[in-house]
């Protein structure tokens, strides 16, 4: 039988145990917990892509988003203030929801849109060797042919925070006004490559800009779709110069993203409410397509808020890109030759698809067009 003593012994013994046991609550331990919430908030990791490449994590950055909670001891958050989800403009709650780090690494993301995967019978035989270039030239990416299906809780996914981001997206009446503004809202939110699905990739993206091109200088990548220099070009073209926006890569939170989205969201919302959403289909290069993107871009270069106006360069307007046949860098965007994109058109001193500097073909296909629409080109 066992004594008292001994009991008390036990018994002091167990006690000190579950003292010992007891859930800490010290300062390193909310630090520890603070962490894995920013990081959870941040997405998954990202892989790196081969050396060289100009990819890698998600718009997490410890030293904008962590490290600027503390206090100065370093040790405990401070106390954030409260952001409505109406809080401020739409442009700034995007900015706020998808912060942008010009010095972090490309997202090694590529994204495509198609209405079946390439794992489904439906999806088109002459589609595939260009779907699977993507692959091919960028091994150690993540490629994602994201369906229409798919789309729609993606974007709400994403785009939680912002509700009326996701009101328009589901409210545009046509396939091609959701394809077009879904290569911005993913390109916003994640980041990487988007490229159209009629496009072939003939060169990976770490040999897209020079190496001599610091690659924590730049977070948008584009290149020019026409430059018509012919006296009747309105007839063919939107623009004097205008951007493709077929392929495009950025860094997340890229200034001219949040723009074009706040644009479209709102113009939008505007004819829903006004009931002339419905005609929007007979201006889509307008409305969401590759002039608002042109648009876009150069209301950018001319934003004192981006750069500095009083340098005496001037306005930045079409005449920049005029015939260009070499990479141009403007503040932290890398400007492609249309040789790069656009390889193989016969026109606008375009270079063909075995020319050094082209990058990425495009079938102009017009897979969105109807099939008497499709393949059509001025000549010169």
């Known amino acids: 039988m066992i004594s008292l003593r001994r009991a008390l012994l036990v018994a002091a013994l167990v006690l000190t145990c579950l003292y010992l046991l007891r859930p800490s609550t010290s300062s390193a331990s909310s630090g520890s917990s603070a962490f894995a919430i ?12 081969p050396d060289g490449a100009t990819t890698g994590r998600t718009n997490y950055n410890p030293t904008s988003s962590w490290r600027s909670k503390l206090k100065d001891d ?40 198609w209405k079946d995967t390439p794992a489904s019978g439906k999806f088109p035989e002459q589609l595939r060797p260009k779907e699977a270039s993507w692959t091919e030239k960028h091994p150690g990416f993540v490629h994602e042919v994201i369906t229409d299906r798919a789309a729609v809780p993606l974007i709400r996914h994403l785009y939680s925070a912002v509700p009326t981001v996701v009101e328009a997206y589901e409210a545009l009446p046509l396939p091609i006004l959701k394809a077009d503004f879904f290569r ?6 994640r980041g990487g490559i988007y ?21 924590t200088s730049f977070g948008l990548v584009i290149g020019i779709e026409a430059d018509p220099d012919r006296p009747d070009w309105q007839q063919w073209y939107s623009r004097r110069i205008q951007f493709c926006q077929w392929t495009i890569q950025a ?3 890229h200034p001219v993203l949040a723009d074009i989205v706040a644009k479209i969201t709102e113009e939008t919302l505007r004819r829903k409410k006004a009931g002339t959403l419905e005609a929007a289909g007979k201006s889509v290069i307008e409305f969401t397509g590759p002039a608002l993107w042109t648009d876009k871009i150069f209301e950018y270069f001319n934003d004192e808020e981006h750069f500095d106006l009083g340098s005496g360069s001037g306005n930045i307007s079409w005449i920049k890109f005029t015939g260009m046949t070499e990479t141009k860098q403007v503040g932290d965007v890398i400007v492609l030759p249309i040789t790069s994109f656009s390889p193989g058109v016969g026109q606008m001193n375009a270079g063909e698809i075995d020319d050094p500097m082209a990058f990425v073909h495009h079938d102009f296909q017009g897979i969105w067009k109807p099939e008497e629409e499709r393949n059509i080109r001025p000549s010169q």
Request: charged content about 25%.
């Open 38 to 49: 920013e990081k959870g908030i941040a997405g998954s990791a990202v892989k790196d892509a």
């Open 74 to 113: 370093g040790k405990h958050p401070k106390q954030q203030a409260l952001v409505g989800v109406g809080a401020g403009s739409l442009k700034d709650q995007l900015a706020y929801r998808f912060p942008y780090d010009v010095e972090a690494k490309f997202p090694a993301y590529i994204w495509q849109t």
């Open 184 to 189: 911005y809202l993913i390109l916003l939110a």
């Open 195 to 215: 490229s159209d699905i009629d496009t072939s990739a003939l060169r990976p993206a770490f040999e897209w800009v020079p190496d001599r091109v610091p690659r």
């Open 251 to 253: 860094k997340p939170g």
